[in-house]
């Protein structure tokens, strides 16, 4: 892939987790601050990113007034999903609707690991966002992120001595936000991804009981893998307080990794960023001492 001339780039949800690292790993690969544009639902909360000379741009994926001028002059878009899970395709059509307008020339979507084929619960929106990218005619490309390491609570499995999930001694290859975070900023600083289809996934592959060892040997703490059904996950997280709609959802994802939903031999992460992903080993090393 060859870099691409000065452009604008622009990021939605550049004050979440995911956002935020990419603009600092665009940053990294060269692109001038003044290239980059966080879009954000609320400025007060980007002033860090405005001190470093990214443009800091309203835009509310609710309030498709707000998108037509956060996205004027923009040439690629990274469209990270919703994290709100009212009507997020309707989010996301206000976000590609204004983006074609716009006469954005590329828009990268982050949608999930294998999501043409996965049975998830989670899947669905994505599916339907990946439909209306297709119908738009805005290019674009599918960012289909895997598990990220940090849906785990590490330090919680420490304290409370056991990691619970659903997913038997099926494998998933989690990685990091930051290494998905660097494979977007590849796609959209360089230029031949347009119509690609990148199926995002750790080089490693690992379970949950293994991801408790590690967790145990690092912390020198003992921590297990306690399995469940899904029914007693789901019962188990609403009564740690998720959201009963959130917390069968994160049961259902567990069977999917159950059907292998949550791995692939790619190697399209590891190939985008141009390392090996980051060791479950490392990985757990930086969430124990974050």
């Known amino acids: 892939m060859t870099t691409t001339p000065a452009r604008t780039i622009a990021v939605t949800g550049a004050t979440g987790h995911l956002g935020r690292l990419t603009l600092q790993a665009l940053l990294n690969r060269g692109v001038p601050a003044g290239n980059l544009v966080a879009l954000v639902r609320d400025p007060a909360k980007a002033a860090?990113?405005?001190?470093?000379?990214?443009?800091?741009?309203?835009?509310?994926?609710?309030?498709?007034d707000t998108l037509s001028a956060a996205l004027n002059?923009?040439?690629?878009?990274?469209?990270?999903?919703?994290?709100?899970?009212?009507?997020?395709?309707?989010?996301?059509?206000?976000?590609?609707?204004?983006?074609?307008?716009?006469?954005?020339?590329?828009?990268a979507y982050t949608s999930l690991l294998n999501a043409d084929r996965s049975g998830m619960i989670l899947a669905g929106d994505?599916?339907?966002?990946?439909?209306?990218?297709?119908?738009?005619?805005?290019?674009?490309t599918l960012l289909r992120n895997g598990w990220y390491?940090?849906?785990?609570?590490?330090?919680?499995?420490?304290?409370?001595?056991?990691?619970?999930?659903?997913?038997?001694?099926?494998?998933?290859?989690?990685?990091?936000?930051?290494?998905?975070?660097?494979?977007?900023?590849?796609?959209l600083s360089t230029d031949g991804?347009?119509?690609?289809t990148y199926e995002l996934a750790g080089d490693e592959a690992i379970t949950l009981a293994d991801l408790a060892a590690e967790v145990a040997r690092q912390s020198g703490q003992p921590v297990a893998y306690h399995d469940l059904s899904?029914?007693?996950?789901?019962?188990?997280l609403a009564g740690f307080g998720v959201p009963d709609g959130f917390a069968h959802v994160l049961a259902d994802s567990d069977t999917g990794i159950t059907r292998g939903e949550l791995?692939?031999?790619?190697?399209?992460?590891?190939?985008?960023?141009?390392?090996?992903?980051?060791?479950?080993?490392?990985?757990?090393?930086?969430?124990?001492?974050?």
């Not at 860090?48 to 498709?64: F, M, N, S």
């Not at 923009?74 to 059509?93: I, M, P, Y």
């Not at 692939?264 to 930086?286: F, N």
């Open 73 to 107: 002059g923009v040439n690629r878009l990274l469209l990270v999903s919703s994290n709100d899970f009212d009507d997020r395709v309707g989010q996301h059509r206000h976000v590609i609707d204004a983006a074609r307008d716009a006469g954005v020339d590329l828009i």
């Open 149 to 187: 390491t940090e849906n785990y609570d590490l330090k919680g499995a420490v304290k409370n001595g056991a990691i619970l999930g659903a997913a038997g001694s099926h494998a998933l290859q989690p990685a990091p936000r930051q290494d998905y975070a660097e494979a977007a900023a590849a796609v």
């Open 126 to 140: 994505h599916q339907a966002t990946e439909a209306l990218l297709r119908e738009s005619g805005v290019p674009f």
């Open 230 to 236: 899904a029914e007693e996950y789901a019962r188990t």
């Open 48 to 64: 860090d990113l405005a001190a470093q000379g990214i443009q800091v741009r309203q835009a509310d994926y609710r309030q498709p």
């Open 193 to 196: 991804h347009a119509g690609q």
């Open 263 to 290: 791995a692939s031999e790619s190697r399209d992460l590891s190939r985008l960023i141009g390392r090996p992903t980051t060791p479950t080993t490392q990985a757990v090393r930086d969430a124990l001492t974050a």
